[in-house]
T-cell receptor, first 112, second 113 residues
């Protein structure tokens, strides 16, 4: 158990819909990262927050957004969903931007 | 920009045999390096990391890796594998002036009895 929690574990929704994935970092960790893992793209970094502020952006689509709240939990919002958005979405946390990341169990999103 | 190349996508190996997973990276700045393991239907778990200091790094479950700056490599090794080592292994590289980790495509290790 990494100490990072993600909800829900599974999510099935239709194209065009909007979903929110939630992540609670390990106690004391200020940095939160979001990743997308799919068979064709592998593990892709999406976005990182540190203590509520966006610090780095990766291959995140404009239809996706994220935020980190004052209690340090983070949410990833995916809108206008397409079939190709079906993937595992991981959240990770670390105590500082340059230290090792601890991954949550992931949310499996299926878009039908 | 940086890239991470895991040279083998699949590595079949017999139980108690040694295994080496190869990882090469490209970067114009100093890096820090990680190996993660992903067991079926689970998240990624840190195996080991190199931040600075000794180039031979020991991790959990008997794994070790060696950082070779001249060859820009960070190969992972285990002298004797178990069935339970069957998993996907990811090499990850971060740059000292950046907050992102770049992951390799992964190497699937299948251990057979």
């Amino acid at each position: 158990d990494s100490g990072v929690t993600q909800t829900p574990k599974h999510l099935i929704t239709a194209t065009g819909q909007r979903v929110t994935l939630r992540c609670s970092p390990r106690s004391g960790d200020l940095s939160v990262y979001w990743y997308q893992q799919s068979l064709d793209q592998g593990l892709q970094f999406l976005i990182q927050y540190y203590n509520g502020e966006e610090r780095a952006k990766g291959n995140i689509l404009e239809r996706f957004s994220a935020q980190q709240f004052p209690d340090l939990h983070s949410e990833l919002n995916l809108s206008s969903l397409e079939l190709g958005d079906s993937a595992l979405y991981f959240c990770a946390s670390s105590s500082s931007p340059l230290s090792e990341q601890y991954f949550g169990p992931g949310t499996r999103l299926t878009v039908t | 920009a940086q890239s991470v190349t895991q040279l083998d996508s699949q590595v079949p190996v017999f139980e108690e045999a040694p295994v080496e997973l190869r990882c090469n990276y490209s970067s114009s700045v100093s890096v820090y390096l990680f190996w993660y393991v992903q067991y079926p239907n689970q998240g990624l778990q840190l195996l080991l990391k190199y931040l600075s200091g000794s180039t031979l790094v020991k991790g959990i479950n008997g794994f070790e890796a060696e950082f070779n700056k001249s060859q820009t490599s960070f190969h992972l090794r285990k002298p004797s594998v178990h069935i339970s080592d069957t998993a996907e292994y990811f090499c990850a590289v971060g740059r000292s002036n950046d907050y992102k980790l770049s992951f390799g495509a992964g190497t699937t290790v299948t251990v057979r009895a």
